[in-house]
T-cell receptor
Framework: AQSVTQLDSQVPVFEEAPVELRCNYS??????LFWYVQYPNQGLQLLLK??????LVKGINGFEAEFNKSQTSFHLRKPSVHISDTAEYFC?????????????FGKGTKLSVIP | DTEVTQTPKHLVMGMTNKKSLKCEQH?????MYWYKQKAKKPPELMFV???????INESVPSRFSPECPNSSLLNLHLHALQPEDSALYLC????????????FGSGTRLTVV
């Protein structure tokens, strides 16, 4: 089984400042890793994913994340945030083998961008 | 078409009502999912369909009944719900079990009165 820990439940940051949202995972098998964003009263939108290969993954809206296998981390970063980035962010993991249906989510981090 | 479409967007139902949530995708995805999300919580998996067959039921009460009429459609039939079932119900799809890239719909906001 896999588990995900998002270390911060809330992250306030001023507009145009950099931000890092932290995610650690636990798994006994190889995994795929994801970051999703959820705006108020909406579904989840995929920001980026790590499947294999380069450990630095670039996503939409200027976000990127780095997979660190030794630290079992997949932190999300953006160099300069905008008001429109205010949302809930979920880190998620799934096992990479066949028959692995389940996407396990962290508890989420609420990013609040302050004007 | 790269979307998962859910209808209705909002639903208010009484505890004795019968209603259905609908989900549709035309991306050729062969795995479809129902998730339940309570306020300020992550989504929780309810059901997984793979190639139109139910492959996972996460011990969901029988008042929730999923149905997959074909590879593009997924329904969730609701009957005799309780107020605590009020939540955002999300549908998702993916290319196949175990592969990456779940696409989520925008959800149905369900209120049970």
């Amino acid at each position: 089984a896999q588990s995900v820990t998002q270390l911060d439940s809330q992250v306030p940051v001023f507009e145009e400042a950099p931000v890092e949202l932290r995610c650690n995972y636990s798994s006994s098998v190889s995994v795929y890793l994801f970051w999703y964003v959820q705006y108020p009263n909406q579904g989840l939108q995929l920001l980026l994913k790590y499947l294999s290969g380069s450990t630095l993954v670039k996503g939409i809206n200027g976000f990127e994340a780095e997979f660190n296998k030794s630290q079992t981390s997949f932190h999300l970063r953006k160099p300069s945030v905008h008001i429109s980035d205010t949302a809930e962010y979920f880190c998620a993991v799934s096992a990479s083998g066949a028959g692995s249906y389940q996407l396990t989510f962290g508890k989420g981090t609420k990013l609040s961008v302050i004007p | 078409d790269t979307e998962v479409t859910q209808t209705p967007k909002h639903l208010v139902m009484g505890m004795t009502n019968k209603k259905s949530l609908k989900c549709e995708q035309h991306m050729g995805h062969r795995a479809m999912y129902w998730y339940k999300q309570k306020a300020k919580k992550p989504p929780e998996l309810m059901f997984v369909y793979s190639y139109e067959k139910l492959s996972i039921n996460e011990s969901v009460p029988s008042r929730f009944s999923p149905e997959c009429p074909n590879s593009s459609l997924l329904n969730l039939h609701l009957h005799a719900l309780q107020p605590e079932d009020s939540a955002l119900y999300l549908c998702a799809s993916s290319q196949a079990q175990g592969t990456a890239g779940y696409t989520f719909g925008s959800g149905t906001r369900l209120t049970v009165v």
